[in-house]
């Protein structure tokens, strides 16, 4: 049995703020006003300032001497760093997966894959949380994962970069409507060759996909368009 600490007030608060953030409630550049905020959500500043710390080290805000906190931008070099690394962890996540498991023992994965396919088949595409729920069953199937394989700090890792890559992924969706299918396309890749034993192939599936959507929001970057 594994002990899951309550999440703090200031962290309750951060997964709020960075939420908008993702979502684009709140734009590139906007200033949080923490007693607003504070106001808004009827908490302290201190458990405000708390949560912008954190949504600090997600670079999901930039913090100023006297200016405060405002919502990072999203540039070339920060999605670049972003990918570099998700993608290779990712690929870690699923190496770890198929050397502890192989076959009918998968089958709760493609329970969860085949979770998210209904998701993505019954969402309308124009809908406004269409990207929220296929990115909170996809993120499911990576928890389904974490089980798996066992390993805290993996774990701790990748849900750590969560943040930022929703936002890209959100990025994405707004501009290319036909990212809903794709993602639904790439967890059935990666589920077959998981099933299939077939590292390689889990392997390329992940790296084809990450690559695709990083060229995706480079692309909209590249158009000038404020991220």
Not at 112 to 137: K, P, W
Not at 170 to 187: K, P
Request: proline letters at 3%; one cysteine or more; hydrophobic letters at 40%.
């Amino acid at each position: 049995m594994r002990f899951q600490a309550p999440e703090s007030l200031s962290e309750q608060i951060a997964q709020h703020i960075g939420q908008r953030i993702i979502t684009g409630d709140l734009r590139p550049g906007e200033r949080i006003q923490e007693l607003k905020v504070a106001g808004e959500l009827d908490v302290s500043r201190g458990s405000v300032r708390e949560s912008l710390l954190i949504l600090e080290r997600r670079h999901l805000v930039e913090i100023f001497p006297r200016r405060g906190a405002v919502v990072s931008r999203l540039t070339p070099e920060l999605v670049n760093s972003l990918y570099d690394i998700y993608i290779d962890l990712l690929c870690m996540l699923g190496r770890k997966v198929l050397e502890r498991w192989s076959g009918a023992q998968l089958s709760g994965l493609m329970g969860q894959v085949r979770e998210l396919q209904v998701v993505i088949d019954a969402l309308n595409s124009s809908g406004s949380d269409a990207a929220e729920q296929v990115m909170d069953a996809g993120f499911g199937v990576m928890r389904y994962a974490y089980g798996l394989v066992e390993n805290p700090f993996l774990e701790e890792t990748l849900e750590n970069f969560r943040p930022a890559i929703s936002r890209t992924y959100f990025v994405a969706l707004e501009n290319f409507r036909d990212e809903l299918e794709e993602t639904g396309r790439f967890f059935r890749l990666l589920a077959d060759a998981a099933v299939r034993g077939d590292s390689p192939g889990l392997e390329k599936a992940i790296c084809e996909f990450g690559e695709h959507q990083r060229r995706q929001v480079l692309s909209i970057l590249g158009e000038g368009v404020s991220a």
